[in-house]
């Protein structure tokens, strides 16, 4: 019975492990997007706009890559649960429990993180339409044969 504990510890340290990185990143996700969106509405670049989505992609990916390692380890310690201890190898390969909802896309559109990220998103855009950003503003250059100059008409989109 040593022996399985012991092996099960081992795979809950790793569980505790991942389950703290998916906080980590939610966490780093809300902080970043924010601070985007306070120097977007200073500078009004759309860059900061564009890279806010980029972000918010990149941190859906990896979230949804912990929580797949997560959901292995959570079937390989059933496995191991369910074994007899003269049976305990202390393997921690989860290769073999990569398979169902534990695969990296299901777990990218699972239950918790699909509304997180999916809300993200739809807030971006809510944002993104009512900040008034230079990347709304279409400028036209209008060369005028009359006078020999250039005129500057901006029209701005509202």
């Known amino acids: ?27 780093w996700t809300i902080t970043l997007i924010i601070g985007l969106l306070t120097v977007a509405s200073n500078n009004e670049e759309g860059i900061y706009i564009l890279f806010s989505f980029f972000l918010i992609l990149v941190f859906w990916l990896l979230d949804g890559f912990f929580l797949s390692i997560e959901r292995c380890y959570r079937d390989l310690y059933n496995f191991v649960r369910k074994q007899k201890d003269k049976d305990i190898d202390f393997s921690m390969d989860y290769r073999k ?9 299901r777990s990218i559109f699972s239950k918790t993180l699909t509304p997180f990220y999916g809300s993200l998103l739809i807030m971006m855009l809510f944002v993104t339409l009512t900040l008034k950003i230079n990347t709304t503003k279409i400028q036209f250059y209008i060369d005028c044969d009359e006078q020999n100059s250039n005129n500057i008409i901006d029209i701005i989109k509202e």
């Open 97 to 105: 429990h990569k398979k169902g909802k534990n695969t990296w896309i």
């Open 1 to 27: 019975m040593d022996k399985k504990v012991e092996h099960l510890k081992m795979i809950q340290t790793i569980i505790t492990r991942m389950s703290g990185n998916l906080f980590i990143l939610k966490g």
